[in-house]
């Protein structure tokens, strides 16, 4: 079974950045559209940055838009999410997921591979 794998989280102080990475254990990750969420304790799963199958395009959540950027490497199976001038309200579990077609909708992503356990951020001083 196909399954994801999100690390790079932990405990930063605000202003503070971290690099995710998402590994997936399927070859053909290529053909899948990419997209980032997170979920904050007590709160729904949010949409935070989608990437699509060529890499060309990006879409970030406008509460993160200009501390964020989105990267894949098809060839290694993985994705990564800069996250930069960190602050308390991200605090968050934050997952990776794939689909067949590039969307901005959290809910669009995890129809096709199971949802990993995700990386935990913590943002405290």
């Known amino acids: 079974q196909v399954h994801l794998v999100e690390t790079g989280g932990g405990l930063v102080q605000p202003g503070g950045s971290l690099k995710f990475s998402c590994s997936v254990s399927?070859?053909?990750?290529?053909?899948?559209?990419m997209a980032w969420s997170r979920q904050a304790p007590g709160k729904e799963r949010e949409f935070v940055a989608a990437?699509?199958?060529?890499?060309?395009?990006?879409r970030y959540a406008d509460s993160v838009e200009d501390r964020i950027h989105s990267s894949r490497e098809d060839g290694d199976n993985k994705a990564y999410l800069q996250r930069d001038s960190l602050a308390p309200v991200d605090t968050a579990v934050y997952y990776c997921?794939?689909?067949?077609?590039?969307?901005?909708?959290?809910?669009?992503?995890?129809?096709?591979?199971?949802w990993g356990q995700g990386s935990q951020v913590t943002v405290s001083s």
């Open positions: 990437i699509s199958r060529s890499g060309s395009a990006t």
């Open positions: 997921n794939v689909a067949p077609f590039f969307s901005t909708y959290a809910t669009d992503y995890g129809n096709l591979i199971p």
């Open positions: 399927e070859r053909t990750v290529k053909k899948y559209a």
